[in-house]
Nanobody, 115 residues
Framework: QVQLMESGGGSVQAGGSLKLSCVTA????????MGWYRQAPEKERELVSK???????EYTDSVKGRFTISRDNAKKTLYLQMDSLKTEDTAVYHC?????????WGQGIQVTVTS
């Protein structure tokens, strides 16, 4: 069973920063792309950022220049540094192992940005 465990969420004022972490013991970390998705109330889940095994990154337009995704392959840990947070970033953030045949999901962690 693949487990992805997120940490680092919480509540912060607009303009502040948070850093999310996602750790796994699974080999999917070194074999698959990893990403962060988020789902706000009454909205569909969206891909926030993704990083390939080789370190190529992509971001949704709304977070470009504010969020940074990174991975530590030795620690099998994925990070999302979130700066200049906005109230519209409020959502449940999910870590994901994005493999060719399947996507594995973490249970999610709440990020709340207050005005």
């Amino acid at each position: 069973q693949v487990q992805l465990m997120e940490s680092g969420g919480g509540s912060v004022q607009a303009g502040g920063s948070l850093k999310l972490s996602c750790v796994t013991a699974s080999d999917i970390f070194t074999n698959c792309a990893m990403g962060w998705y988020r789902q706000a109330p009454e909205k569909e889940r969206e891909l926030v950022s993704k990083i390939t095994v080789h370190g190529t990154t992509e971001y949704t337009d709304s977070v470009k220049g504010r969020f940074t995704i990174s991975r530590d392959n030795a620690k099998k840990t994925l990070y999302l540094q979130m700066d200049s947070l906005k109230t519209e970033d409020t959502a449940v953030y999910h870590c994901a192992g994005i493999c060719v045949l399947y996507t594995y999901w973490g249970q999610g962690i709440q990020v709340t940005v207050t005005s």
